[in-house]
């Protein structure tokens, strides 16, 4: 199963974290969370890994439109977009939306889906 979006970039990876995050904003989302997984892989693990960090996103009135069609969905919430450099090459992904309608049954979940889906489109393809 495909479950997201994904676009390697011509950004560094600082470049490519400050633009997603931007473009997010512009869509209406904002960042919740950070996890920058290099980070805490070294200081809990004491292991190198690449840069990759987790951005977690949330657009409030999709949210709640959401959490009102599916009670239990902050389950699966917020929409989580990565950034990571891999082999030199920095790459920018989020969770599909549409993969939430597709493993929970309920039309008016798959309705938000798309809309939101629609935005981190945008989202992605504009970084």
Known sequence: MKYGISKPVNLTYEEAVNKV???LKKEGFGVLTTIDV???LKKKLDVDFDKY???GACNPPYAYKALQAEYELGLILPCNVIVYEKDGKV???AF???VMAEIIDN???REIALEVREKIERVIQNV
């Open 21 to 23: 995050t931007e473009e």
């Open 38 to 40: 290099k980070e805490t």
């Open 53 to 55: 960090i987790i951005l």
């Open 91 to 93: 790459t920018v992904s």
């Open 96 to 98: 599909d939306p549409m």
């Open 107 to 109: 039309p008016k979940l």
